[in-house]
């Protein structure tokens, strides 16, 4: 009897549904990259036009991450409840039309409040892209969430080179964040129709709320070093190299810019690693990677040892969020929405007590001793990387 030849394994693609839904997921993380980025690069104007302190723009700037802490939960029992694409959509809304209010608000608290609203509608954007990101990569059947997470990377570069153009050229504050959230919302109405229907992540039968487990804690803490250490980089890495290795201002802007680019680029890269090595082993290795480069450029002390660290650190930490938020949403099929809060609640509180931890620390020490944190809480992660598998 002849035997049976084996028969090639066929990959089945992605429908046109999935591949659409993928386009306007990842035109919503590019528009919350560029919005957030626009504003950030027009705070010294507006600081300026209120005569604010930076005491008292340090307590308004504070409306922004309690306003997102604040919906994080609650997005992730709406998500649960109606659907991610609801979310979102509602979400981009807010978000658009928060954006003005910042160049307009009268005084300090009028811009925290405006602040607050701005928080909020990201608070409801990161679980419910993210959500929906999920729903499509089951669809694809192989790993595309780092580069949605690429997208937040390269929309936050090109708001901030245009807003710097842009504000260089004189166009004032009111104009320049008007015209980003019409532009920014025209867009994402008519991209997010192609989102997946609500009923893919939502129904009377899912739970709109869960309770945390071991696994769910474990994703929470290595968010939380991942958000940790790329805030301090963020909030730190110039001031380092110019106030401890002497680099001049453009040298020091260098590194937050290389830094940046790194993310980006390791988050292309990310799906593809994610997809060869496994999702487990990339978080290991590349916390390996984050907090060796890092080590090794505080210990060597000068100033082009230290840009390549942060390099390095950018490419490590780069996948570390899609891959664990991914993961998160596997490991609740039932209820995404939730299981994604609960990551990104543990995730924000690290991105928003990082900055003031490596401060504290900076000033009992020294700030090369306080961004020893960073390393680590890499190798902490290394530790937890299992989890994500």
């Known amino acids: 009897m002849r035997a049976t030849e084996p028969q090639p394994v066929v990959r089945v693609g992605p429908d046109a549904a999935a591949r659409r839904a993928r386009l306007g997921v990842a035109v919503i993380f590019i528009t919350i990259g560029i919005l957030l980025s626009t504003w ?9 036009r209120l005569e604010l302190s930076e005491h008292a723009l ?23 409840r109606f659907g991610s694409r609801p979310v979102a959509r509602g979400g981009i809304l807010l978000l658009c039309l928060s954006l003005p209010l910042l160049a307009f608000a009268p005084g300090q608290w009028t811009l925290f409040v405006a602040l607050a609203c701005l928080g909020a509608a990201s608070g409801a954007l990161e679980v419910s892209m993210n959500a929906h990101g999920v729903a ?5 059947g192989r790993p595309i969430m780092s580069a949605f997470h690429a997208m937040y990377s390269i929309g936050a570069i090109g708001g901030a080179l245009l807003g710097g153009a842009l504000a260089s050229f004189g166009l004032a ?3 320049h964040l008007g015209i980003v959230a019409v532009v920014l919302l025209g867009l994402n109405l008519y991209t997010t129709r192609s989102l997946l229907p609500a009923t893919v992540d939502a129904g009377g039968h899912l739970p709109a709320l869960i309770r945390p487990d071991r696994g769910l804690i474990a994703l ?6 991942a958000l940790l250490a790329e805030g301090a980089i963020s909030d730190w890495s110039a001031l380092y190299l110019r106030r401890n290795l002497d680099a001049g201002a453009a040298l020091g802007a260098t590194g937050f810019a290389a830094f940046s680019l790194a993310m980006a680029v390791g988050r292309l890269a990310g799906d593809r690693l994610s997809e060869r090595i496994g999702p487990g082993r990339l978080v290991r290795l590349g916390g390996l990677l984050a907090g060796g480069a890092l080590g090794l450029a505080l210990l060597l002390g000068r100033p082009l040892p230290a840009i390549a660290g942060f ?7 780069a996948a570390m969020v899609p891959l664990v938020v991914s993961a998160a949403g596997r490991s609740h099929p039932q209820a995404t929405g939730p299981a994604i809060a609960i990551v990104t609640v543990i ?4 991105f928003m007590l990082g900055p003031a931890a490596i401060g504290l620390l900076a000033g009992w020490s020294s700030l090369s001793v306080a961004l020893g944190l960073v390393v680590a809480l890499c190798l902490l992660a290394v530790l937890l990387a299992g989890t994500v598998r």
């Open 40 to 48: 950030f690069v027009r705070i010294p104007d507006v600081q300026e």
């Open 58 to 80: 340090g307590l308004a700037l504070f409306g922004f991450g309690g306003g997102a802490l604040a919906t994080l939960t609650a997005a992730g029992w709406a998500v649960g």
């Open 136 to 140: 499509v990569e089951q669809r694809y």
């Open 173 to 175: 504050p009111r104009p």
């Open 220 to 225: 929470g803490v290595i968010c939380f070093c």
């Open 311 to 317: 390099v390095l650190v950018g490419l490590g930490l």
């Open 347 to 350: 995730g924000y509180a690290g």
